[in-house]
């Protein structure tokens, strides 16, 4: 037996049952779209669909008009289809005659199609009310919104309870008192005034380098600047008992002192001997 097989354009009528339908899939947003199309077209009620008839019929719609879609876009159709097709078989089963609603195959589809006709209603509601709003207001516009009015009310309490109030209000916290950061001194720096304080002096204490700043970081880099300058013997430091003046003495004043001393010694001694 020869058979013939003949395609139908796009957007031709279909016919299930002898009934005829124009179906374009390009107008649905999707499979969920086009389902509730078939059903709500022919007045099916959505809690008891005829599967058997509405497979055909989705069938029928996307077999001529998946060439031209995206991938992604039919394989969206063809899982619906693949869903009907299932549900088709299940109820072809056995099953008892009292079957609770959750128990039946159609449940999960039939709550996916009253989701999305809900989203589809409120899309509907906010576009109609949109294109109200542009046949009044331009795009962007916000409308101003008066001042609230604010009434007078009269304050109804006893002096007693104001004060009472008023000792409830916790007491400001203390001021805080914010020390801007002072200037870096550096070792270099000090070292540096130390070699000119030497220059013009035969010793020079130690409080020289810090009483002027008063800073701990002036005390430190001054005590730094002087044991540098101790351990290239440039400086002697001395103190003659715990607590007292820290002196720095240049090494070549100290030494010329100490060859002084030893002259005048041995010049005593020679005068007595003789």
């Given at each position: 037996?020869n058979?013939?097989?003949?395609?139908?354009?796009p957007?031709?009528?279909?016919?299930i049952g002898g009934?005829?339908f124009?179906v374009e899939?390009?107008?649905f947003?999707g499979?969920l779209?086009?389902?509730l199309?078939?059903?709500?077209s022919q007045?099916i009620d959505?809690?008891?669909?005829?599967?058997?008839r509405?497979?055909?019929?989705f069938?029928?719609a996307?077999?001529?008009?998946?060439d031209g879609?995206?991938?992604e876009?039919?394989?969206?159709?063809?899982?619906?289809?693949a869903t009907?097709?299932?549900?088709?078989a299940?109820l072809l089963?056995?099953r008892?005659?009292?079957?609770?609603?959750?128990?039946?195959p159609r449940?999960?589809?039939v709550?996916r199609?009253?989701e999305?006709?809900?989203?589809q209603?409120?899309?509907?509601?906010?576009?109609?009310?949109?294109?109200q709003r542009g046949?009044?207001m331009?795009?962007g516009?916000?409308e101003?919104?008066?001042?609230?009015?604010?009434?007078?009310?009269?304050?109804q309490?006893?002096l007693e309870?104001l004060?009472q109030?008023?000792?409830r209000i916790?007491e400001?916290?203390?001021?805080?008192h914010?020390?801007p950061?002072?200037?870096?001194?550096?070792?270099?720096e000090?070292?540096?005034?130390?070699r000119?304080?030497i220059?013009r002096a035969?010793?020079v204490a130690l409080?020289?380098l810090?009483?002027p700043?008063g800073?701990?970081a002036?005390?430190?880099?001054?005590?730094l600047?002087?044991?540098e300058m101790?351990k290239?013997?440039?400086?002697r430091?001395?103190?003659t008992?715990?607590?007292s003046?820290i002196?720095l003495?240049?090494?070549?004043?100290?030494g010329?002192e100490?060859?002084i001393?030893?002259?005048?010694?041995?010049?005593?001694d020679?005068?007595?001997?003789?």
């Amino acid at each position: 037996m020869n058979t013939t097989s003949t395609r139908r354009a796009p957007g031709s009528p279909i016919g299930i049952g002898g009934e005829a339908f124009v179906v374009e899939l390009e107008r649905f947003q999707g499979p969920l779209d086009l389902l509730l199309h078939l059903i709500r077209s022919q007045d099916i009620d959505v809690f008891d669909i005829p599967i058997a008839r509405v497979t055909g019929q989705f069938r029928e719609a996307i077999e001529h008009g998946l060439d031209g879609m995206p991938l992604e876009r039919a394989g969206e159709f063809l899982e619906m289809s693949a869903t009907l097709i299932r549900i088709k078989a299940q109820l072809l089963l056995p099953r008892p005659d009292k079957l609770e609603w959750e128990e039946d195959p159609r449940a999960e589809l039939v709550r996916r199609l009253l989701e999305y006709e809900h989203f589809q209603d409120v899309v509907h509601v906010l576009q109609t009310a949109e294109a109200q709003r542009g046949r009044h207001m331009a795009k962007g516009y916000v409308e101003t919104r008066p001042p609230p009015t604010m009434s007078r009310t009269v304050l109804q309490l006893t002096l007693e309870e104001l004060l009472q109030a008023a000792a409830r209000i916790p007491e400001p916290p203390p001021p805080i008192h914010v020390r801007p950061p002072s200037s870096t001194v550096t070792v270099a720096e000090k070292v540096s005034l130390l070699r000119r304080l030497i220059g013009r002096a035969k010793r020079v204490a130690l409080d020289r380098l810090i009483k002027p700043w008063g800073t701990r970081a002036h005390a430190v880099a001054a005590l730094l600047a002087a044991l540098e300058m101790a351990k290239q013997q440039v400086v002697r430091i001395e103190q003659t008992k715990p607590f007292s003046p820290i002196w720095l003495l240049s090494v070549r004043e100290a030494g010329e002192e100490s060859d002084i001393e030893q002259s005048n010694t041995e010049q005593s001694d020679s005068e007595e001997s003789s």
